[in-house]
């Protein structure tokens, strides 16, 4: 029978082994004990390069370690090694022994992992009646070589949405510094989210396997036990009124002028200076950035970020700045400016939300579409062709959830997500779509409109519109209703004639929206 009983495994931390990967004048064992003291639940037994006695003398003395600290150990494709030293269960991968037969031989109570990439293989295993599924390969990983291609975090989900009644690890170039968005990243729509990560090389090739492990297990656990539908906030500003949701996203004005955040913005070069001036005029500070090179450091000081790659240049910039911005809790506002338009920007999008998780996706409704793989609306270069979505809260809402963050879909009316929350806003003047960049400086809005959320004291009185720090959706309304409701100040002004004399106008507005201004003008409704 098996050491530990199957429906009592934890699978949060799954060491995959690899004796190659152990650094030279460390010991294999002790890699294994030591990964074991720091927090691994689980440990598969993987050898491909040696012969069936030597895998047997290895398992062995793997499974004494693992079962002096109460840890179920697993035999990589092998079931005759597993029989032969009385192992916990196996993993099998595509085209291994069947489910069916593996059961057939071994002990009752066995467990049986099986290898997954594609919807169709979670199915099918759960269908087998496997125990659980690895997922990968989720990132690019050295220490095998794939079969199969790199699904993403992304694509993780999409497997879940398939074997949903199976527990899952994912598993593929795993690391202290990825796993935070893999973790949050890969949920299906229907919110089943992994047991766990399985590691291979951060662990085995580390000459401190211990600290490294614990770690892991660390983020792990954390994530466990208080898992957040966003990166930044785990909480709720009430969004039980319009007019609350209003009040909220209003008082973001004066945190902003009283802070002066600063918004890191990779941005469109046709959109650079009104982006700047846009932000200045809020109360911010906007500093434009795109090395690589500087991104941990300005992770540091910024309040927010926005992306936005309507002129695809520095892509490692991208996402060196992103992944900075997670790790240091900043949001990220994404714009992916006709990603529909070319499969050049569809790559380069997947590349970044794979990369990183997004705080705010922003987009028009060819945009919002091409991310949702959509054809209800078609891209025609920056600009989307046809009557619209027919139910655009729906779409904004489903993406939402399958991206795990706000979605802003931007238009003659626009619409807010978080998944849960849609919320419709209809204020604006035609005159801000006939000038070039207006969608861009919406990006910049809603960027410096969440750094503020971000940014508010914890400690003060949150007085009547009840703001909670870090609620984004309200930094989306906000930053909305601020570049709109100064389009409808700025349209009617004497001093505007056309689109030429608008746009001065417009940033003069934003320099004077008071909070005041913003909760007299709105209109904004609850979906």
């Known amino acids: 029978m098996p050491f530990i009983p199957k429906h009592s495994v934890d ?12 650094p030279p004048g460390h010991d294999y064992y002790h890699t294994v004990e030591e990964a074991v003291k720091g927090g691994v639940t689980i440990v598969q037994i993987r050898e491909k390069k040696c012969d069936t006695g030597e895998f047997i003398a290895v398992a062995q003395k793997t499974k004494e370690i693992c ?40 002990p009752e109570g066995s467990i049986i992992g099986v290898s997954c990439n594609t919807p169709g293989h979670s199915q099918k295993a759960r269908e087998d009646g496997a125990d659980y599924i690895g997922i990968g390969a989720v990132w690019g990983t050295q ?24 527990k899952a690890v994912a598993i593929g170039g795993i690391t202290t510094g990825n796993v935070s968005r893999t973790l949050h990243g890969s949920v299906s729509v229907h919110g089943k989210a992994l047991e766990g990560v399985a590691v291979v090389s951060e662990i085995m090739a580390s000459t401190t396997p211990q600290q490294v492990a614990r770690r892991l297990f660390e983020i792990v656990h954390g994530y466990k036990l208080a898992p957040r539908k966003h990166l930044q906030n785990p909480f709720r500003t009430p969004l039980d009124s319009s007019q609350n949701i209003v009040n909220a ?63 695809i240049g520095d892509v490692e910039g991208m996402l060196e700045a992103g992944r900075c911005a997670n790790a240091t809790r900043k949001p990220i506002v994404f714009d992916p400016v006709a990603v529909g338009a070319t499969q050049h920007r569809r790559t380069i999008a997947n590349e970044l939300m794979n990369a990183w998780q997004a705080t705010v996706i922003k987009g028009n409704a060819a945009e919002i579409g ?8 078609q891209s025609r270069g920056v600009d989307s062709v046809g009557e619209g979505f027919a139910d655009p809260a729906s779409m904004v809402k489903a993406l939402a959830r399958k991206e795990r963050c706000i979605v802003v879909m ?3 009316v626009d619409y807010v997500s978080d998944g849960e929350t849609t919320v419709k806003l209809s204020n604006g003047h035609e005159l801000l779509g006939r000038i070039t960049g207006s969608g861009c400086m919406l990006g910049t809005c809603i960027a ?32 909305i209703l601020a570049l709109n409701a100064a389009s409808e100040y700025a349209a009617v002004r004497q001093d505007v004639r056309g689109t030429g004399t608008f746009l001065p106008a417009l940033i003069d507005e934003l320099y004077g929206m008071t909070p005041e201004k913003l909760v007299s003008n709105a209109k904004v409704e609850l979906c």
Not at 76 to 87: F, K, P, Q, W
Request: aromatic letters at 2%; glycine letters at 10%.
């Open 410 to 412: 931007s238009g003659p």
């Open 11 to 22: 699978y949060s931390l799954y060491l995959v082994t690899g004796r190659d990967l152990v």
């Open 370 to 377: 091409a991310l949702a793989d959509s054809t209800e609306v």
């Open 143 to 166: 220490t095998k070589q794939l079969t199969e291609p790199i699904i993403g975090v992304r694509g993780v989900g999409e497997v879940l949405d398939s074997g949903v009644e199976i």
């Open 67 to 106: 079962h002096r600290h109460g840890i179920p150990i697993i035999v990589n494709d092998r079931i005759d090694v597993a029989l032969a030293i009385g192992a916990d269960g196996v993993h099998l991968g595509q085209t291994d022994m069947p489910v069916s037969i593996a059961r057939s031989l071994l």
């Open 448 to 479: 410096t409109f969440c750094a503020a959320s971000n940014l508010l004291d914890t400690t003060d009185d949150p007085g009547p519109f009840r703001l909670v720090k870090g609620d984004m959706i309200i930094g989306a309304v906000g930053g």
């Open 249 to 311: 996203a209003a008082s973001l004005l004066s945190i902003i002028r009283k802070s002066s955040p600063l918004i890191h913005q990779i941005t469109n070069n046709v959109v650079v200076n009104q982006s700047a001036n846009a932000t200045l005029a809020l109360g911010a500070s906007p500093i434009m950035a795109t090395a690589a090179a500087e991104m941990q450091d300005l992770s540091q000081v910024s309040g927010a970020l926005l992306v936005n790659f309507g002129t």
